[in-house]
């Protein structure tokens, strides 16, 4: 019987299982769709923690029905999407829908700050962004507006801390997955100290938070009424991984700073597997890697390509239509519309900063500039990958200065890296080399590696990775390419958004 490895890939759209050998090969994989977002209000985002949770269940199951089989899963983890907080009562109730990371509520009404750090922020010049910081804050909005519900929760976790406790009847998460608005040192890796001044920016009482576990180490086994619900055999072991980017920078093999992380999902981020501490932009800090004692600096582009569904749903109406014709993927003919625009769309530059900037309250506005007569929707569609690819290029270069090692090539995870002609614009945009795991499912199989290491499969993560990573195809840059970019990066991507600012303030006070 050969030994697998489950991981559980909790995401923003889909929730998936997937089976691992332990030289990393996808065995099988059953994807289910998280439809059931609701918004009762504009901008905001909550879904049923137990969606999540009946979701992962028939995941599961479908894998057996299928064929595979579950005696021979050596050990499973969780990785998830980040920043989704949930709280829930003694035995571990949701207490009320989970709010999520694109929920976009504010809450201003927060208890004065004492005036020593008061002080202390302003003088640094982090006043507007705490209190940007603390606004958003789910805790804090739960804490003023519905009190009741404040007094009942017991714990609050992350979505990766709800789906352990659900498998193992244990409060217990990951030091890796410990990413929003919590009272978490990010550089020491454990919760805040009591002295430090996060227990002053938000609303948490130590009680209420889930022991943390590091990457690769048991948090527990599944209980009876989980493996009744999953069809897992009983006292499996559940191992602590990370959350979803974390995980990605794991499966694409990234064993230090030289190797670049792209993850083209629908929040795009670029980063790096670091030994060393840095912010990229204050106050936001370095999040916690996928193994222990690394940290995963990062840049985002926070509706990244989520652009790509809303081009689809609002101008992707032939390509859909052909790809009901002939059942292939509606992403192969998007390629088409890439190959069929050159480098740079005939000057048709776009501006990806659609909704909330990261640690500002006030959203911050796209734009797309150059319009002519000669453009068309494919040269539309080319300008969001290229601004997309144009933001993480500039958030990538600051990583790299503040990281003090060059980076020598280029990694692409999530849906994006299934285009040929997205990763070609990304090496020619970074002129860098830019590789294409094996597998798309790199969150996964991250997961799967620290299951592995903590069932003893591997003896470390180092092994582990050189077991169970390996990289498909390489795209070139284009030295000609390359040099338009450049140009196009200096002389007009980064001086759009100061120059564009005084258009927007004056946007904001005419229509808000």
Not at 12 to 41: C, E, H, M, W
Not at 163 to 172: A, H, Q, S, V
Request: glycine share 8%; proline share 7%; charged share 25%.
């Amino acid at each position: 019987m050969t030994e697998t490895l489950l991981a559980i890939d909790c995401g923003s759209q889909s929730i998936r299982a997937l089976l691992f050998s332990p030289d990393g090969t996808l065995l099988s994989k059953v994807q289910k769709p998280i439809t059931d977002y609701r918004s009762d209000n504009p901008g905001w985002s909550e879904i049923d923690p137990l969606i999540l949770w009946e979701l992962l269940g028939r995941c599961c199951r479908e894998l057996w029905d299928r064929g595979a089989d579950p005696t021979a899963v050596k050990a499973m983890s969780v990785t998830t999407q980040r920043g989704t907080q949930i709280a829930v009562d003694e035995r571990g109730i949701p207490l009320r829908p989970a709010i999520t990371w694109m929920d976009e509520r504010i809450e201003d009404q927060q208890k004065p700050l004492p005036l020593l750090w008061k002080t202390i922020f302003g003088v640094a010049g982090l006043s507007r962004s705490i209190k940007s910081v603390r606004s958003e804050c789910e805790v804090n909005w739960i804490a003023v507006n519905q009190p009741g519900i404040w007094k009942k929760t017991y714990k609050f976790l992350q979505v990766s801390g709800y789906l352990n406790f659900k498998l193992t009847d244990l409060f217990r998460d990951s030091t890796g997955a410990q990413v929003g608005y919590v009272p978490f040192d990010y550089k020491k890796q454990q919760w805040a100290s009591d002295n430090h001044f996060l227990w002053k920016l938000f609303a948490f009482k130590r009680s209420q938070l889930p022991e943390l576990i590091e990457p690769g180490n048991p948090i527990g086994y599944v209980s009876e009424e989980a493996a009744q619900h999953t069809g897992l055999p009983e006292g499996l072991p559940v191992i602590s991984a990370a959350a979803d980017k974390a995980c990605e920078a794991v499966g694409c093999g990234a064993v230090d700073a030289s190797v670049g992380c792209l993850s083209y999902g629908t929040r795009a981020t670029a980063t790096i597997h670091s030994r060393k501490y840095f912010e990229v932009e204050r106050p936001l800090p370095a999040y916690a890697g996928g193994m222990p004692r690394m940290f995963t600096p990062e840049t985002s582009v926070i509706l990244g390509y989520w652009m790509v569904n809303w081009f689809k749903e609002e101008f992707g109406h032939p390509e859909q239509e052909k790809a009901k014709e002939i059942g292939s993927p509606v992403e192969v003919f998007f390629d088409d519309l890439l190959n069929s625009t050159p480098p740079g769309s005939h000057g048709l530059t776009l501006l990806p900063k659609w909704g909330r900037d990261n640690g500002r309250s006030t959203p911050v506005k796209g734009a797309i500039i150059g319009f002519g007569d000669v453009h068309t929707r494919g040269h539309i569609y080319r300008a969001i990958i290229e601004g997309i690819t144009l933001e993480l290029h500039r958030g990538l270069k600051r990583i790299e200065r503040k990281s003090g090692e060059k980076i020598k090539v280029l990694r692409v995870s999530g849906g994006g890296s299934q285009s040929d002609a997205i990763m070609q614009i990304t090496a020619d945009i970074f002129g860098l080399p830019t590789e294409r795991p094996h597998t798309f499912e790199t969150a996964g199989l991250g997961a799967a590696i620290a299951a592995s290491v903590g069932a003893g499969v591997h003896p470390d993560f180092t092994q582990a990775m050189k077991a169970m990573t390996r990289q498909n195809e390489v795209f070139k840059p284009d030295p000609k390419t390359v040099q338009l970019y450049k140009k196009l990066f200096e002389d007009v991507y980064l001086p759009m958004p100061r120059r564009l600012a005084p258009l927007n303030k004056a946007l904001r006070k005419i229509v808000g």
